[in-house]
């Protein structure tokens, strides 16, 4: 399936229950950019706006950037920024217009090569790019969420191979001669849910939407593994937030 076609079922679900992301993850990109207020951001595959609305809170203008029709309706329908139809390599934005990129839990999913001359035509001399994930801590009664995935979903193997550690992509960025100024963090970030949060939150993701094949016997293996490690009424989803920071050369 085409990756943008692969959350337009899951697009309410996404909006309601996934995780947003870190304050210090906004700063750290703010400080790498030299970001002040009113500068322009630009966040390629923004789904539903969760990352865009985190730094248009900071004070920065947004412009978020999404090819599914379902997921940018949500985006537009919160609010908090400038959405537009398109993708990675077609943003329909000018030349030099954008003091940095963002690409929250999308880069895995994109073609760099494809994308490289298109991101350095928006931005700005001395541009900066940003990728994050959060990444889910495999711990605890995570560890037991992880094997249920991996029971129930036909998908979920090449799926968590190609979003961890953004795989190659974030191997094409730390090693390719035109990325310079390479930086890491990482910062934890978590969400408290009740029952119909994690149902949510497991229905957001495109393995389940579409690997898995018999849905009552997938939820009620949840349920199951809720009612054992819930306090009072609700489980924390624990996370370590990845941030991948570089610059173009010139």
Not at 148 to 167: I, M, N
Not at 225 to 249: C, I, M, N, P, S
């Amino acid at each position: 399936m085409d990756p943008r076609d692969r959350f337009s079922k899951a697009a309410d679900d996404y909006a309601r229950y996934r995780p947003d992301y870190p304050d210090e993850l906004v700063v750290a990109c703010a400080e790498y950019a030299g970001l002040v207020p009113d500068s322009h951001v630009v966040d390629i595959g923004c789904g539903t706006g969760i990352s865009t609305r985190r730094f248009a809170l900071h004070g920065y203008r947004l412009t978020g950037i999404e090819p599914n029709a379902a997921m940018l309706a949500k985006a537009i329908e919160a609010g908090a920024a400038d959405y537009r139809e398109g993708d990675a390599a077609h943003t329909g934005l000018s030349d030099d217009s954008a003091e940095l990129i963002i690409c929250a839990q999308a880069l895995h999913w994109f073609d760099l090569d494809d994308c490289v001359g298109e991101w350095q035509r928006i931005l700005k001399p001395c541009g900066a790019c940003a990728a994050f994930w959060n990444y889910r801590r495999d711990e605890g009664w995570q560890a037991e969420y992880e094997v249920l995935l991996g029971k129930w979903s036909s998908e979920y193997g090449d799926v968590r191979k190609a979003v961890d550690g953004g795989q190659d992509n974030s191997a094409w960025v730390k090693s390719h001669e035109i990325c310079t100024d390479v930086q890491e963090r990482e910062f934890s970030n978590s969400q408290r849910m009740d029952w119909d949060a994690l149902i949510g939150r497991a229905n957001s993701s495109s393995y389940v939407i579409h690997g898995v094949s018999d849905r009552p016997g997938f939820e009620a293996a949840l349920r199951s593994l809720f009612d054992k490690h819930q306090q009072d009424g609700a489980v924390e989803f624990r996370y370590r937030t990845y941030l991948l920071l570089w610059r173009f050369a010139s």
